[in-house]
Nanobody
């Protein structure tokens, strides 16, 4: 069974940094896309950053210049380097991946359990 596991969240002060990681495991043929989402209290889940198979990277305007999304294909892992964190970055961060488990089937979306990021001022 395919699983996504996030790690790296925690409590930090404004201006500090965190690095989140998300590792996919299971019977994976390929990962066509991966992304990071977050959901703050009282708000809808939003896209933070996404990587696609063609190399495009998309960032939310609120994190551009501060967050960096990278991947290690050999490890089936993506990272979100978060610098200059602000209190408004406080949220549960979720990893999402479109993963193909059979050549004859299209990829499905998988989600991690989420990791809490709390930024205090």
């Amino acid at each position: 069974q395919v699983r996504l596991v996030e790690s790296g969240g925690g409590l930090v002060q404004a201006g500090e940094s965190l690095r989140l990681s998300c590792t996919a495991s299971g019977d994976i043929i390929c990962i066509s896309a991966m992304g990071w989402y977050r959901q703050a209290p009282g708000k809808q889940r939003e896209l933070v950053a996404a990587l696609t198979s063609n190399g495009n990277t998309n960032y939310a305007d609120s994190v551009k210049g501060r967050f960096t999304f990278s991947r290690d294909n050999a490890k089936n892992t993506v990272y979100l380097q978060m610098n200059s964190l602000k209190p408004e970055d406080t949220a549960v961060y979720y990893c999402n991946a479109a993963i193909r488990t059979r050549i004859s089937s299209p990829p499905y979306d998988y989600w991690g359990q989420g990791t809490q990021v709390t930024v205090s001022s």
